[in-house]
């Protein structure tokens, strides 16, 4: 995450509001029939954004997209970690839910593929951020725009480039909102807004509301161009936020975000309850008839699109068990620790012998870059289950003096 002046972002993203609102936003989106299938995707990643924003603020371009579209509420990832040193850190710039999202799979090594790797070469793909932190997922695109600046910038490049280029794929990534976040969590004790990103004058909660009116304002200009009626949006986080700020690895929130789906293909006037971000490749792929990589381990949110049938049974909550491992194991990790810490017991060396064996079996977010030696995300998730079990049956009879 880049480091930015909060009061210049927020001066910026004013004068931002004043200009989008004097363009008439206002009147709502462009009413237009959708065609069946979409010959445009457009990836719309607005850094952060809470699963809680639906009731904290209005936000409505988005919530107009939910009345004629697609929702799901929760949208499950792992922790938002993002090493900057190590293996991981080798193999990529960014945070490590961002090759999660455009691989389908949780399971990331030096021979993914990326989803919109499909479309290349035989279909245009382009890529543009407001940042230059994501440079490692660049491979395989005809257009990459990354660069500082604000989320204005990256909305008008993208829309120049969808009149230039007209790509079958497009991801757009808005920062500023995650900026936010971060901004809110290290503000000076005297502003009313340090650690609230729902605070009506947050840096976090301005500029969730500007990535809103910018959304409406790039989808105003593709129907300008005579593009909106054969596009699809596909809109998400790459991770959630604390109410507090940024996305800590201890708490839940940071790895919930939200999705909502409208367009050309995209089924009217539909709620999911839960996703996982996995899946949003395989489903942008399955709109655009485009095979999704070998290995990716994601669903087609299939109740999200226009003439599929719905999945027969729910979606497995994978990540949500995998996440409550985590933070399960972490807790009783530490309280094992302490109480083996205060033993006096004669054995207490053989006791942190086997506790660290149970640790060296648990495979949390920290280890990461081990987890592509699990085949599936069942075996991992029984992995860690065990790891668990183990830990809980060892912390039972420890002794007394321990206790």
């Known amino acids: 995450m880049l480091e930015r002046n909060p009061w210049k ?16 936003l206002e009147a709502g989106l462009p009413q237009v029939k959708f065609a069946a299938k979409p010959a445009h995707a457009v990836l719309v990643v607005i850094d952060g954004i809470s699963y809680k924003a639906w009731d904290k603020m209005d936000l ?25 040193e190590g293996p991981y850190a080798k193999l ?3 945070s490590i839910p961002n090759p999660i999202l455009m691989a389908g799979t949780i399971f990331i090594d030096d021979r993914t593929i990326y989803f919109n790797e499909q479309f290349f070469p035989k279909l245009t793909a382009g890529f543009v951020v407001n940042a230059i932190d994501y440079r490692s997922l660049t491979r395989n695109y005809h257009y990459v725009h990354q660069k500082g600046g604000t989320d204005a910038d990256a909305a008008e490049t993208a829309l120049k480039f969808m009149d230039m280029g007209r790509p079958a794929f497009l991801s757009l990534h808005l920062q500023d909102t995650g900026e936010g976040g971060a901004a809110t969590m ?15 004058e947050s840096p976090y909660r301005l500029n969730l509301s500007t990535a809103d009116l910018l959304l409406g304002e790039f989808i105003q200009g593709l129907a300008r161009l005579g593009l909106l009626e054969t596009t699809a949006f596909i809109v998400v986080g790459d991770h959630g936020q604390a109410d507090t700020g940024w996305h800590p690895l201890e708490l839940w929130d940071p790895a919930v ?11 009217s006037k539909a709620v999911i309850d839960y996703a996982e971000l996995i899946d949003i490749g395989p489903t942008i792929c399955a709109l655009m008839g485009v095979s999704a990589p070998a290995t ?40 094992v620790a302490e109480l083996l810490e205060r033993s006096d017991s004669p054995a207490k060396g053989l006791l942190y012998s086997r506790f660290n064996n149970i640790v060296r079996n648990f495979y949390g977010i920290e280890r990461f870059i081990e987890w592509p030696r699990f085949k599936t995300v069942d075996e991992l998730v029984e992995q860690n289950g065990k790891a668990l079990k183990d830990l809980q049956v060892f912390s039972a009879p420890l002794p007394a003096s321990a206790k």
């Open 9 to 24: 972002t927020c001066i910026v993203i004013l004068a931002t509001l004043v200009l989008i609102g004097a363009a008439g």
């Open 60 to 84: 409505p371009v988005l919530d107009e997209m939910i009345s004629s579209g697609t929702m799901v509420k929760q949208v499950f990832l792992p922790p938002a970690a993002h090493p900057h």
């Open 92 to 94: 990529h710039t960014c």
């Open 186 to 200: 290290r503000g000076t004790k005297d502003v009313p807004w340090k650690n609230d990103i729902w605070h009506p």
């Open 257 to 267: 975000t939200t999705a909502v789906l409208w367009g050309a293909g995209i089924r």
């Open 296 to 335: 990716a381990l994601g669903v087609v949110i299939k109740e999200a699109l226009t003439g599929a049938a719905p999945a027969p049974t729910p979606r497995p909550r994978l990540q949500e068990n995998m996440n409550g491992q985590f933070r399960d194991f972490r807790a009783m990790k530490a309280a």
